[in-house]
């Protein structure tokens, strides 16, 4: 741990639990800072990561929860992650990266027991800031809980993350002191890249930032955003995922690879992302439409581009049929608990059920339409 850019060793007792850590250095913070200077704190536990147990032995794909919560009954029985996607049957219509995985592991879903006790520890620092924030006085706090990053989880056959396909990741605001506890959903997309601009101007100042400012949509249900298409890049690649580059909208996910290959969903008729409607006849004005967008998003944005770039030729592809889901929400929420829960309240996965309350209504997809992008 770095602290005030001095390097801190710690070890494996019950004391040296990362998360731990984090919440001591956390609330040693908000107790020395001046109670009429405002405060700003980003805290990024490490729970639900795999990493090494007290042991120092590396847990495998699954988290190392603290000591004490290690056989917590509160997290007996929590069904496994399961959707549509999951160890999906049929992924011809995929590329090669995923048709070269193997099915997960877990037959009936992924386990969240681990991931669970991982998150009390975290459940239990949250707590400990709200009664930190508490004791100094400070009745005016914005408190936001999300994740960097959605986790496939075994969704199309992928356990890791890095991959376009969608997997919801949680935003959730509360702000008791400036828009009351009453709670909200918010189905308008946002993405963390709006965080520096929306707190920023909370606090009262302006930046050039890449995101957008939604804080409106704390103030009342009517306002919207200036954003009908989203840009997702990953120019590197990961484990055998090649580079990709896509657009996304409320209805459309459009996907490039460095390889050529090329995927297409209607979240609209496919909110699982199953079927890849790519280099068909009769979606070929809606991909030329998309890949068109896509260019002009790349154009606009700094930074790399996938390499090799990309080239315009659409792969054919077969087909199976089902249900992901909507962008990432912001949605309020009552008052931080100041006991731990049994469920990971932070945890980046999927919903696990089948098919989420929010997704789009499906629509009889005859094979002569002809639908058209959004936005």
């Not at 710690?10 to 990362?18: I, L, M, Q, R, V």
């Not at 980003?42 to 147990?53: E, S």
């Not at 959730?172 to 009453?182: C, K």
Request: charged residues 20%.
């Amino acid at each position: 741990v770095w602290v005030d850019d001095v390097e801190q060793y710690h070890g494996f007792g019950e004391a040296d639990y990362s998360v731990d850590v984090i919440s001591e250095l956390a609330s040693g913070f908000v107790a020395d800072a001046p109670v009429d200077d405002p405060l700003f704190a980003f805290l990024t536990p490490y729970g639900p990561h795999a990493g090494r147990n007290h042991r120092n032995k590396l847990t495998k794909g699954m988290p190392a929860a603290a000591r004490r919560h290690g056989k917590d009954v509160r997290c007996d029985g929590l069904p496994p992650l399961w959707t549509p996607a999951y160890a999906e049957a049929d992924v011809s219509d995929k590329p090669a990266y995923i048709r070269g995985e193997s099915p997960p592991p877990y037959a009936n879903g992924w386990p969240l027991g681990k991931i669970c006790r991982s998150m009390l520890a975290v459940d239990e620092m949250v707590a400990t800031m709200e009664q930190q924030l508490t004791a100094a006085g400070r009745n005016n706090v914005l408190w936001l809980f999300m994740s960097d990053n959605g986790m496939a989880y075994g969704a199309h056959r992928w356990d890791f993350k890095s991959v376009p396909y969608s997997t919801p990741i949680p935003l959730n605001v509360h702000w008791a002191a400036g828009r009351g506890t009453t709670p909200r959903t918010e189905s308008q997309g946002v993405v963390n890249i709006d965080l520096a601009p929306t707190l920023c101007r909370l606090a009262g100042c302006n930046m050039r930032a890449d995101g957008i400012d939604w804080s409106p949509l704390l103030s009342d249900g009517e306002s919207t955003i200036a954003r009908s298409q989203i840009l997702e890049q990953l120019p590197e690649g990961v484990r055998a995922a090649p580079p990709w580059q896509a657009i996304r909208t409320a209805q459309w996910h459009y996907i490039e690879y460095a390889t050529g290959e090329r995927e297409l969903y209607d979240f609209g008729k496919d909110p699982w992302e199953l079927t890849n409607r790519a280099g068909r006849s009769n979606y070929a004005a809606v991909q030329a439409e998309l890949a068109s967008d896509l260019d002009v998003l790349l154009d606009r944005t700094p930074g790399p581009s996938p390499s090799p770039t990309p080239a315009r030729t659409p792969s054919p592809t077969p087909a199976p049929t089902t249900r992901p889901t909507p962008l990432p929400t912001a949605t309020p929420t009552p008052e931080p608990t100041a006991t731990p829960t049994p469920l990971p309240t932070s945890t980046p996965t999927p919903e696990p059920t089948p098919v989420p309350t929010s997704a789009p209504t499906a629509t009889p997809s005859p094979s002569s339409e002809q639908p058209s992008p959004e936005g």
